[in-house]
């Protein structure tokens, strides 16, 4: 039944969203045509495939086919060949290699799929895969943390384990921050992209992992029970390569310590012990005065026994009648206790002394106490790559 419209602005809006949908569905029939006569499903007009060889460049108009196989792909990320192949056509102006993984899409008017590898564009990455290195890295006249120029590695394309490493190996460039030298041999696994110049439509390859360490001859210190060195060190007691340390000096740090000195050929000698001596230690006296006691003297007390007694007797003697009669007075000690004695106390005095003295002490020993060296190493960044 046919619409009628009144020309109001809402009808105006409402016959134009009509024709947008009878255009749609216009639209719609004819794909669904192109894709009957294709016998092409909707859900197969974008797979994901790999190629099972190389597949030329687009030179101008003119583009090349080659086969590749149709993967499945499940719901944890995996890809599996599904044992179908398609015929594909490279219309991009760079080549796909063998083994590559492309979506592919159906051509609505002519029924071929079709696949873009990236063009050129300028710095434009092309691929992005695993590789496995074929050989140690290489490097040219000087190294790279020395201002060479950039090192490289042959490599193969290779699953995330290694495993499956297939076509051609080519070489990929190892860039590293400056005053610092790569470290990757033979059969590592990292990860790896194509890149165009951005100039033109040339293609190199390049780590996209962290593949730097330290310069050659630098040098670290470890911890543990004689840690295992890893790749490209190797412990600084004397039985390195010294033909692979490239300017390090090859010293034995095996119980030493360094020094902050001039350069020698050997580190500092500590000579452990727990205890050192020292005999003969001269001791000199030289004294003034000195005082032993105070200045006081004198009396601090007595002690007696009594006194005792004393007899006097008088006696009279008649020599005659005319005369005058002799009175003799005899004394007596009776008791000789008149005897006594004191004590005394001596309070102190005072000595002056001066002189020199001298003599040798008896040898004395000091205690050190030593912290623990075992399980600290040192190890040297030596040059393992494949010049």
């Known amino acids: 039944m046919a619409n009628f419209y009144t020309l109001t602005r809402e ?19 004819q794909q669904a045509g192109n894709r009957m006569a294709h016998k092409a499903t909707q859900r197969d007009d974008s797979l994901v495939a790999k190629a099972t060889g190389a597949v030329a460049a687009r030179s101008g108009a003119t583009i090349t086919s080659g086969t590749f196989t149709i993967q499945a792909v499940d719901s944890a990320g995996t890809l599996a060949d599904s044992n179908d192949t398609a015929t594909v056509f490279n219309v991009g102006d760079t080549a796909i290699s063998s083994g590559d993984y492309y979506n592919i899409h159906r051509d609505y008017r002519t029924g071929q799929w079709i696949t873009h590898a990236p063009g050129s564009g300028g710095g434009a990455t092309v691929n992005i895969c695993y590789v496995i290195a074929q050989e140690n890295w290489m490097y040219s006249s000087t190294l790279p943390s020395a201002g060479g120029g950039m090192a490289w590695i ?100 095996d119980g030493r310590s360094p020094l902050a000195a001039a350069l020698g050929a050997t580190g500092g000698d500590l000579a452990p012990s727990d205890t050192t001596s020292s005999v003969g230690v001269a001791v000199s006296i030289t004294g003034a005065a000195a005082n032993t006691g105070s200045s006081e003297t004198g009396i601090e007390g007595t002690s007696s026994d009594p006194a005792g007694t004393i007899s006097v007797t008088t006696e009279t003697i008649n020599h005659d009648s005319a005369g005058m009669d002799e009175i003799d007075v005899v004394t007596e000690v009776t008791d000789d206790g008149l005897d006594h004695s004191h004590t005394i106390t001596d309070p102190g005095h005072t000595h002056t002394v001066s002189g020199t ?26 040059n393992n790559s494949g010049v």
Not at 202 to 230: F, H, Q, R
Request: charged share 20%; net charge negative; glycine share 6%.
């Open 11 to 29: 009808s105006i809006k409402k016959l134009q969203a009509d024709h947008q949908r009878i255009r749609t569905a216009i639209v719609n029939l």
């Open 154 to 253: 042959s490599v193969k394309k290779c699953d995330q384990d290694g495993t499956n490493p297939t076509g051609a190996a080519f070489d990929c460039f190892l860039p590293t921050p400056p005053h610092m030298d790569p470290n990757v041999i033979t059969n590592q696994v990292f990860c790896a992209a194509e890149f165009e110049d951005q100039s033109d439509s040339a293609s190199t390859w390049a780590s996209i992992s962290d593949i730097s360490d330290l310069a050659i001859g630098s040098v670290k210190m470890m911890t543990g029970n004689t840690p295992t060195a890893a790749q490209g060190w190797v412990p600084l007691d004397g039985n390195q390569d010294t033909t692979k340390t490239a300017g390090g000096n090859a010293i034995d740090m």
């Open 357 to 382: 003295f001298t003599g040798t002490a008896s040898a004395h020993a000091h205690e050190i106490d030593l912290h623990p060296w075992a399980g600290i190493l040192f190890y040297e960044r030596v």
